[in-house]
């Protein structure tokens, strides 16, 4: 397989970064994608002998995990210029550019490694219904598979807001008291509870928030929002709100929806539901690392 040369998007990065990282959707199957460890090349002002390893550019040939669509990253930092340029994505998609030298290591590592396993939990799920729905040829069973589906690419949204959050909100002493700030039922069950010896911060969080619905609720966006983070940003709600209403049917009621009828789904509602929820887990990462380069930016 070969990358599109008809494709070209071009990027900036900053002159002075040691690696960066790349986000942007997939052009062969519309997920979002995370590029991490790019190297960047050194600056140089000199004119590259022919064969010069540090000739100010550098190359990366990656691939989407879940399609395998090719991308060619080339970077060129001859006298400064920070400018790159990926194969394989049209020229106005959207891409964002992170210097990962600026993300703080214990929580950089954190939110990728939450985000990894969240996307490939839906990956899973989705591979795991392109293998055995065209092995199914009664009706009832396969609509048994769908549901259970649906209501895992949910569970993977709640799963990932809910850490997300936690790990927003313990990410300083001054995350801690803009939450405490903002959630004061909260904040007030967190020291009740910290009265009780051997117990921490973070223990604590984790109980009380453990309670709570991570549907993108207007309480959930309200957490999100003391950091100024729009988890539903670029989001389709009603497609969100109907899966969680379907979700809600499935699991409390066996599948009837208010209005006693049999919830029934199809593959586009369940393609439909994972790219929104891919999409909402990729904008909430990019608005995190956001978040975190302003807060080294002004420290």
Do not use: W
């Amino acid at each position: 397989m070969r990358t599109d040369g008809s494709k070209l998007k071009k990027f900036e990065f900053p002159p002075e970064a040691y690696a960066i990282r790349l986000y942007f959707k997939c052009e062969g199957c519309q997920n979002e994608i995370a590029l991490y460890d790019i190297e960047c090349p050194a600056i140089t002002f000199e004119h590259p002998e022919p064969d010069d390893l540090n000739d100010g550019t550098s190359h990366k040939t990656c691939s989407c995990k879940y399609c395998g669509h090719l991308y060619d990253v080339d970077l060129n930092n001859r006298y400064g210029a920070g400018m790159g340029t990926i194969k394989g994505l049209y020229e106005n998609a959207s891409v964002y550019v992170v210097n990962q030298e600026s993300i703080d290591t214990v929580f950089q590592e954190k939110i990728q490694d939450q985000y990894s396993h969240i996307v490939n939990q839906c990956y899973d799920a989705d591979k795991m219904l392109q293998e055995i729905d065209p092995l199914i040829i009664n009706e009832e069973t396969r609509q048994y598979l769908y549901k259970l589906i649906y209501v895992s690419f949910i569970a993977c949204m709640e799963e990932y807001l809910y850490f997300t959050l936690i790990n927003l909100i313990t990410l300083s002493e001054d995350n801690k008291d803009a939450f405490g700030a903002n959630a004061e039922k909260i904040r007030r069950k967190i020291e009740n509870e910290l009265l009780i010896p051997g117990k921490s911060y973070e223990e604590v969080l984790k109980s009380i928030l453990l309670k709570r619905t991570f549907h993108p609720t207007e309480e959930i966006c309200g957490y999100y929002n003391i950091y100024g983070i729009d988890i539903l940003e670029g989001i389709s709600k009603k497609i969100l709100d109907d899966a969680i209403d379907i979700r809600n049917d499935i699991m409390h009621r066996n599948g009837l929806n208010i209005h006693n009828n049999i919830t029934s789904l199809s593959r586009e509602d369940i393609d439909a539901l994972k790219n929104e929820v891919l999409k909402l887990i990729g904008n909430v990462e990019t608005q995190v690392v956001k978040y975190i380069r302003n807060i080294e930016i002004h420290d």
